[in-house]
T-cell receptor
Framework: SQELEQSPQSLIVQEGKNLTINCTSSKTLYGLYWYKQKYGEGLIFLMMLQKGGEEKSHEKITAKLDEKKQQSSLHITASQPSHAGIYLCGADIGYGGSQGNLIFGKGTKLSVKP | EAGVAQSPRYKIIEKRQSVAFWCNPISGHATLYWYQQILGQGPKLLIQFQNNGVVDDSQLPKDRFSAERLKGVDSTLKIQPAKLEDSAVYLC???????????FGSGTRLTVV
C-alpha cells in the first residue's frame, strides 16, 4: 500500500483561483517536503516542514503540517499558469535514527487555464 | 552554490543493452541518493550512499543494477542489461547530512525500446 497518499491526483483550475493539495501519511512524519516537477525533469524544492502545526509561505504558496504530523496541505492562492506542474510530497518517516531517505507520494498534476 | 549535476539528460537504448548515468553532488554533501521515477509515479529510492559507503540498497534490483561512489564524491548508476520496464527518469539527490536538506538534479530520462 502507498505510505504517502496525495489528493487529488490531478487538478485543473482557472487562472486566479485558489487550490489545495493534500498529503496524508499512515505514519508520523519526521520531515515533510514539498517539491514541484516539470514533466520528466528534476524536482524543485518548495518547502520543508518538521514541527506539528508549522506553516510556511513562499510567494503565493503556503504549506502546513498538522499537529499530529500525519498530514500536510499545500495551498496556492490566485493561481497562475507558472504554477502548472506536478507537485510531490516527500517524507522522512524513519523513527529516531532515521536513515534520512525520502518516500514520495504519486504526485498531483496541476493545470492552470489562462 | 552549484547544484547537483547529472548526465546525460536523455538516453534511448534498446533492451538488453547497457547504460550508465553519472551524478556529481553538491560540494561537501556526504549523502547521495539515486531514485527511479516511472511515469505517473513518485520517485522510489534505489540506493543511498553516505560518503563512499552504502546505507540502503534494499530496493536496488541487484541482478541488473549497480552503483558506486568512489572517493565519496561522484557516483555512477549502471543498468546491465536493460529491460523495457526500466524506462523512467533517474534522479540523483544529495544532502549535507543524513537527514534533511535534499537537493535534486535535473534527472536522466531513459527510454528502453
Amino acid at each position: 500500500s502507498q505510505e504517502l497518499e496525495q489528493s487529488p491526483q490531478s487538478l485543473i483550475v482557472q487562472e486566479g483561483k485558489n487550490l489545495t493539495i493534500n498529503c496524508t501519511s499512515s505514519k508520523t512524519l519526521y520531515g515533510l517536503y514539498w517539491y514541484k516537477q516539470k514533466y520528466g525533469e528534476g524536482l524543485i524544492f518548495l518547502m520543508m516542514l518538521q514541527k506539528g502545526g508549522e506553516e510556511k509561505s513562499h510567494e503565493k504558496i503556503t504549506a502546513k503540517l498538522d499537529e499530529k504530523k500525519q498530514q500536510s496541505s499545500l495551498h496556492i492562492t490566485a493561481s497562475q499558469p507558472s504554477h502548472a506542474g506536478i507537485y510531490l510530497c516527500g517524507a522522512d518517516i524513519g523513527y529516531g535514527g532515521s536513515q534520512g531517505n525520502l518516500i514520495f507520494g504519486k504526485g498531483t498534476k496541476l493545470s492552470v487555464k489562462p | 552554490e552549484a547544484g547537483v549535476a547529472q548526465s546525460p539528460r536523455y538516453k534511448i537504448i534498446e533492451k538488453r543493452q547497457s547504460v550508465a548515468f553519472w551524478c556529481n553532488p553538491i560540494s561537501g554533501h556526504a549523502t547521495l541518493y539515486w531514485y527511479q521515477q516511472i511515469l505517473g509515479q513518485g520517485p522510489k529510492l534505489l540506493i543511498q550512499f553516505q560518503n563512499n559507503g552504502v546505507v540502503d540498497d534494499s530496493q536496488l534490483p541487484k541482478d541488473r543494477f549497480s552503483a558506486e561512489r568512489l572517493k565519496g564524491v561522484d557516483s555512477t548508476l549502471k543498468i546491465q542489461p536493460a529491460k523495457l520496464e526500466d524506462s523512467a527518469v533517474y534522479l540523483c539527490a544529495s544532502s549535507l547530512r543524513l537527514s534533511g536538506g535534499y537537493t535534486f538534479g535535473s534527472g536522466t530520462r531513459l527510454t528502453v525500446v
